[in-house]
């Protein structure tokens, strides 16, 4: 099995909030995170698709349609949004790259029809990514 | 699906490559440049794997509020800008090679409460990198 993996990036705003806490309860928690005019990151995503080459074409799965799935699934959805208010799939959840990984991969994974989605992997920074993989776990696909 | 979260810390120390239980000639051998007897140094990073349930109200694994304080105080604060030979206790009777530091890392990050830890990956340099997963040592 050969696992294939494309990136992209999106930029986008967020920030830390949880409004069934107190304001103290969320500054401990959030730290500067809670920030209510919120903060941004350059957010780079990687996707991997695993399976075995098509004989035909040599290929697990055509990157040039995993190109267009991201920018339409993602980066239109996401790229220069602000992530709390505009993006519904994330509505009533803190959009953490934990959360935002989860999301990710659920918009993905009904969507992939060559090969098999193996991991979203979201970097909020260079020294900070959430990866989010098939572990045969259902009790915890409910989250997302 | 399974979130994991990994976050990346790095810390500056120098070592020697150095057995007692070898010869000067074998050592030399083994160990080649890194066994100079007046050391050298890394810059390495550490890279932090943990899973758990994504909480509902705080959409974390682990909180960095939490999780980098803790790292801070048992790895960083332990190795940084210090010689492991000579100044890391656990280094007095094992040679510090990046294997070596990779357990004794993992086994302070273990102790870390509030999620489980699953993988803990050291590069030495950019060049070499080491991996110690849960459940395989």
């Known amino acids: 099995m050969i696992r294939v993996t494309r990136k992209c990036e999106f930029s986008a705003a967020h920030f830390y909030h949880n409004p069934s806490l107190s304001a103290e309860e969320n500054r401990r928690i959030f730290g500067k995170c809670n920030n209510p005019h919120g903060h941004g990151h350059n957010y780079v995503l ?19 349609e995993i190109k267009d ?22 509505a009533g959840q803190i959009p953490t790259c934990e959360n935002i ?19 979203v ?3 909020e920074s260079p020294d900070l990514f959430a990866d989010c993989t098939a572990d045969g776990d259902a009790s915890k696909g409910s989250r997302a | 699906m399974k979130v994991s979260l990994t976050r990346r810390y790095r ?58 304080p803790f790292v ?3 790895v960083i604060d332990a190795f940084d800008h210090k010689n492991l030979n000579e ?30 830890l699953e993988r803990v990956r050291i590069e030495e340099t950019s060049n ?7 459940g395989e040592d």
């Open chain 2, 87 to 116: 100044e890391v206790a656990e280094f007095q009777d094992r040679v510090p090679t990046t294997e070596n530091l990779l357990r004794e890392i993992y086994r302070r990050l273990e102790k870390f409460p509030a999620a489980r």
């Open chain 1, 121 to 123: 992997r979201v970097y």
């Open chain 1, 101 to 119: 990984a989860a999301v990710i991969w659920s918009l993905l994974v009904p969507k992939i029809t060559r090969g098999k989605l193996d991991r």
């Open chain 2, 128 to 134: 070499n990198s080491f991996e110690l997963l849960t």
């Open chain 2, 11 to 68: 810390f500056a120390a120098s070592h020697r490559l150095y057995s007692p239980k070898l010869s000067e000639a074998e050592n030399r051998r083994v160990y080649g440049k890194c066994c100079n007897p007046h050391g050298h140094g890394h810059n390495y990073v550490v890279e932090v794997t943990l899973t758990g349930p994504v909480d509902p109200a705080t959409g974390m694994i682990a909180n960095l509020g939490e999780l980098d």
């Open chain 2, 72 to 74: 801070e105080r048992e």
């Open chain 1, 46 to 64: 990687e996707v991997t698709i695993a399976g075995e080459p098509d004989p035909a074409t040599g290929m697990v799965v055509d990157l040039k």
């Open chain 1, 69 to 90: 799935l991201l920018q339409r699934e993602v980066v239109d959805r996401m790229d220069h949004r602000h992530l709390n208010y505009e993006v519904p799939e994330l």
